[in-house]
């Protein structure tokens, strides 16, 4: 799952570069006078309305393959393992950890260097 887990990111990753840079290229609506009257579209290369919808579209398929790729990866990091060590981290400390019997005395820890110190 290492290798799929890395592809969904790099392609996130991608995905979200190119549309910050299509969301950075369009221009809003009413963006300069000359768009009002009619003559901001007379030098665009896709038309009046051509690249209006061209980079709005290519905008909402990158925005949909980062939202199933946030999705996916989402999904395969909470993903547990089949094997023994699934469980939650504190389920996988206790069985590492000895827990002493009822009725069986605790030993002390050993002393702190503190009191190790002999007093004059």
Do not use: C, W
């Not at 579209?41 to 980062?66: Q, W, Y």
């Amino acid at each position: 799952m290492g290798v799929i887990s890395t592809i969904l990111l790099a392609v996130q990753m991608l995905s979200a570069l190119v549309m910050v840079g299509l969301i950075l290229v369009q221009h809003g609506k009413g963006a300069d006078m000359g768009a009002a009257f009619g003559s901001g579209g007379a030098g665009s290369l896709f038309g009046a309305s051509g690249s209006a919808n061209f980079l709005s579209r290519t905008t909402a398929v990158l925005a949909t393959v980062f939202f199933v790729s946030t999705l996916l990866l989402a999904y395969f990091g909470s993903v547990r393992p089949a094997t023994s060590g699934s469980g939650s981290v504190l389920e996988n400390a206790a069985l590492v950890t000895p827990v002493p019997a009822a009725g069986v005395p605790v030993p002390s820890m050993p002393a702190s260097g503190a009191a190790q110190i002999p007093a004059k």
